[in-house]
């Protein structure tokens, strides 16, 4: 078994779990609301803003042994450039105060996920770091893009108001080729093992992201029901 192979075994009950988070499985029903979708931007910018300086964090960690990543680390910097700003704004194209959540803080569990980011790197593997590249940009290949639709329709949202969701989901498609060619060259069972753990902690850090957002209503009355 290749090693993406595995990463994907063993991160599978981890996943299930973030996908089966309330907010997400109402999302793909067609229960959503502009709260909901605003709050996830705005938690959305509060940890995408922090992928370039991740992404150079690990770099500058990274051992010897590892020093082949370096080049595909600068080329993933160059194309995350920037992709803080296409959120916000899209919570200007759906009326929200884009300012107001650039100043702002982010949700407890948003901070909690970046701060076991940046832990990872410094005090674990710098490797894990690509734990959390697995989840974030394999949900988008799996959600965004139909999460969109899903969105946009019922709230008659502009096209303008998705260019994160879309433009994510598609970028994340070709990123997520060549992730698997890189994991398959990670050859050191304790860099593999620093990736898995990863993955199944931010499986589990982002899917408290989720748990966080506001349901729409209908939906927060049925939670409250059960």
């Not at 090693?3 to 994907?8: G, N, P, T, V, Y």
């Not at 994160?164 to 498609?173: F, N, Q, V």
Request: proline share 6%; hydrophobic share 40%.
């Amino acid at each position: 078994m290749s090693f993406h192979a595995r990463l994907l075994a063993d991160t599978a009950a981890a996943r299930g779990g973030l996908l089966g988070t309330p907010i997400i499985q109402g999302c793909l029903r067609g229960e959503v609301s502009l709260p909901s979708y605003l709050a996830f931007l705005r938690e959305a910018y509060h940890h995408v803003r922090h992928t370039v300086p991740l992404l150079h964090a690990c770099k500058a960690a990274l051992p010897p042994r590892n020093g082949w990543l370096a080049e595909p680390l600068d080329e993933y910097i160059e194309e995350e450039q920037g992709h803080d700003e296409w959120i916000l704004d899209d919570i200007r194209a759906c009326g929200g105060d884009a300012e107001a959540v650039r100043r702002g803080p982010p949700g407890h569990a948003t901070e909690v996920m970046v701060a076991y980011a940046y832990d990872t790197i410094a005090r674990i593997n710098p490797l894990g770091f690509f734990g959390m590249v697995h989840v974030l940009e394999g949900t988008s290949v799996s959600l965004a893009l139909m999460a969109a639709d899903q969105i946009q329709k019922p709230l008659g949202l502009p096209d303008s108001a998705f260019s994160y969701l879309r433009s994510h989901g598609t970028l994340d498609r070709e990123h997520t080729a060549h992730f698997e060619l890189l994991m398959d060259r990670v050859e050191d069972p304790g860099d593999q093992d620093a990736i898995v753990h990863a993955a199944c902690a931010f499986y589990r850090l982002y899917g408290d992201v989720f748990r966080s957002l506001p349901l729409p209503r209908a939906q927060a009355t049925e939670e409250a029901a059960s």
